[in-house]
């Protein structure tokens, strides 16, 4: 549907257009512009907001699957660690995560 609107008014493709924000803050531009098709450039001073715009737009964008797996990976590491340590206060498993 998007395409369909930039071609007709604009002559354009989705992967056509960027859109720039300079001041990226939370990244609610920056990931709705990639969610439908638009290059995006995300710039933020804060180092805090800064870091989540790396986070949630740059390093998926990357690294796709192979962060997921990895992120899955940890999280199992984690939970163990978590329910070995924990396991005499809170009798928890896995399977109840």
Do not use: W
């Not at 998007?2 to 803050?25: E, W």
């Not at 740059?58 to 990895?70: F, I, N, S, V, W």
């Amino acid at each position: 549907m998007i395409n369909d609107l930039l071609t007709n008014l604009l002559d354009k493709k989705a992967d056509d257009i960027v859109v720039c924000d300079p001041m990226a803050g939370i990244v609610t531009i920056p990931l709705e512009s990639l969610r439908l098709g638009f290059k995006s450039i995300a710039v933020e001073y804060n180092p805090v907001a800064y870091l989540i715009l790396k986070g949630t737009i740059e390093y998926p964008a990357l690294y796709g699957q192979r962060l997921a797996k990895h992120f899955r990976e940890e999280c199992k590491k984690l939970i163990t660690y978590a329910q070995k340590e924990l396991s005499s206060f809170i009798p928890l498993t896995l399977k109840d995560i």
